[in-house]
């Protein structure tokens, strides 16, 4: 066994190094396995001073973890929870199952400190981890402590489902051992709510499940056995049971299981009225606790020596054991132990009419009655105070939260607003640019339409100065050709007429030259009459623009050889005069017409008819 003594430590400090610390975690964790939990918080405390004085911080998470369970099983919860707390804070991310057993564990506290809720939500936080990492057995232990803040609850009803569910758990991994906590948790619900045969149904099916060198388990067992016997009034059952559970300890050396059974045993020999063996059992629990330094058990053992000699007559030893239990509990600095080991002094002496004793004793004990009063007053006091603080920061800390939401509103609200201006700014900019471009768009619009106007202008001045000048030569040719016609013409023909009447009465030498004259006056007056017919065709004036173009057609055969079709589509109508005009014209003098073959001459005379010649 490695050495506890603060000494012992002080001679490696110097050349320590961390396997020394870990075979010292070691080695508490074996203690803790066994029970003994005041020699374990030493050997912890070792580690701690080791660690220290060799500078080193490694692993110190694991240390402060295993102090917490160590203070959570010696009852010491708030010790217990700030431990676990320091581990926490060290681990971080680093390891998630440790987390996941302090979380475990601080559940476990906050449970036994009255805070259930946070104790369930703690435990189910490890629970999840636990499972999501498959320690399917970690799990299991979890569960267990759930269904005992549940039961100590008197919730036995949720306390049932927790441990069903852990039974549950247990048999789908096949972990058969992990049953066993769970089905004596059952018990202990039969017991209580007075199912006894029940509760011992269960345990002996625990007990099934258990190993044969299961010693912790079976002893449990063992013990909550005896405990439903006893509440049946079956003292000697139950003392069976606790002599088969003593017998199987001893051949393991299991102090702590040895303790607990012989002292239920001697509580058992006394309701019997067994006053010897229950003494008997007591002074051997006596020493084993004082092996173990466990004073809080030994001061309750020695209180039970002093009630069992008060019984048997001896006052002495009663007064002395009571004495041995006022010293333990000024080691443990537990007033109300002194305070009640005075009262039972004073009780004694009062019994056996020593008044001044039991008159001193009793006035030590108001002493410390009126300073545990006063403890608590301080301490409740303290609390209020501590509750006023904190509800001060909280008020502190919401009052600032409340400035930091204002402020945040604030700079949000500034935020929107700017935003806001950015946006409308941008709204406007692109209005604006949006009517400029329209202006634009429209000037170079209005522009091109201007241009186009101005343009048909032109064409339209130019079209209309064609067209008078067009209709200005019509006219003129009209009164060329009615002048040609009317004048020149019928002159022509007057005096070839004349020349007639001189041609028979001249002689015959004269008479030819009259004849030869006569032909070139006729010729004369013909080619009057041809292009008077041509600058204005008498048919035109008289029938129209359809017979002239096919009095034209007619001549050109003649005049060409070459055949022409003539054909107009539509209603044959009038058109205006200067209208025929052009297009007679047109036909007339375009040479293409009078060169073209017959399908050429056809098909132009059909495209410049089908189009209407408007005035």
Known sequence: MIPLLVSSTLVFAQSADTSLVMSYFAHTADLIETGEYNKALLSSDSAFLLQKLSHQNHKREFLFSQRGEIYLYLSSYDSAVSNLLMSNNLIKDKDVLLYARNSMLLGACYGKLGDRNQGVELLDESIEKFISLKEYKSATEAMNKKGLIYYHADEYDSAMAVYIECIVLASNNKLEDAKISPLINISNVY??????????????????????????????????????????????????????????????????????????????????GKYQKALKYLLETKNIWEELNDYPNLSHTLNNLAVVYNKLGDTQSAIIMLKKSIDVAIKMNSKS?????????????????????????????????????????????????????????????????????????????????????????????????????????????????????IKRMESERKFETAKYVIQGEEKERKRIAQELHDGIGVLLSTASIHFSNVEDKVDKGI?????????????????????????????????????????????????????????????????????????????????????????????????????????
């Open 191 to 272: 017991n209580r709510t007075g199912d006894f045969d029940k509760a011992l149904a269960t345990l002996d099916q625990a007990m099934g499940l258990c190993k044969t060198d299961d010693i912790g388990n079976r002893s449990t067992i063992s013990q909550n056995i005896a405990s439903v016997w006893i509440k049946k009034g079956e003292y000697d059952k139950a003392l069976k049971v606790y002599e088969a559970a003593i017998e199987l300890a001893e051949k393991k050396n299991k102090l702590l299981d040895i303790a607990f059974l012989k002292s239920n045993s001697a509580i058992i020999y006394y309701n019997m």
């Open 337 to 453: 132990s002194i305070a009640r080991g005075y009262k039972n002094i004073a009780n004694i002496y009062e019994a056996n009419g020593s008044y001044k004793q039991a008159y001193e004793s009793m006035d030590i004990y108001r002493q410390y009655r009126d300073s545990i009063f006063q403890d608590k007053k301080i301490k409740y006091l303290s609390e209020q105070q501590a509750k006023l603080d904190k509800l001060q920061d909280e008020t502190k800390i919401v009052r600032l939260e409340n400035e930091k939401v204002k402020a945040e509103s604030q700079n949000k609200t500034l935020k929107y607003k700017s935003r806001q201006r950015i946006f409308i700014l941008i709204i406007v900019i692109i209005v604006l640019v949006s009517i400029i471009v329209f202006y634009v768009w429209k000037i170079k619009k209005n522009r091109v339409i201007s241009e186009q106007r």
């Open 511 to 615: 008479s030819d030259i009259a004849a030869k004259a006569k032909d070139l006056l006729n010729e004369a007056s013909s080619e009057i009459r041809t292009i008077s017919h041509n600058m204005m065709p008498s048919v035109l004036s008289k029938f129209g623009l359809y017979e002239a173009l096919g009095d034209i057609f007619e001549s050109l055969d003649e005049d060409s050889g070459i055949s022409a079709e003539f054909i107009i589509e539509g209603e044959k109508r009038r058109l205006d005069e200067n209208s025929e005009i052009m297009v007679l014209d047109l036909c007339r003098n375009w040479p293409i017409i009078r060169l073209s073959m017959q399908k050429q001459a056809m098909c132009i005379a059909r495209s410049i008819l089908r189009k209407p010649v408007s005035s």
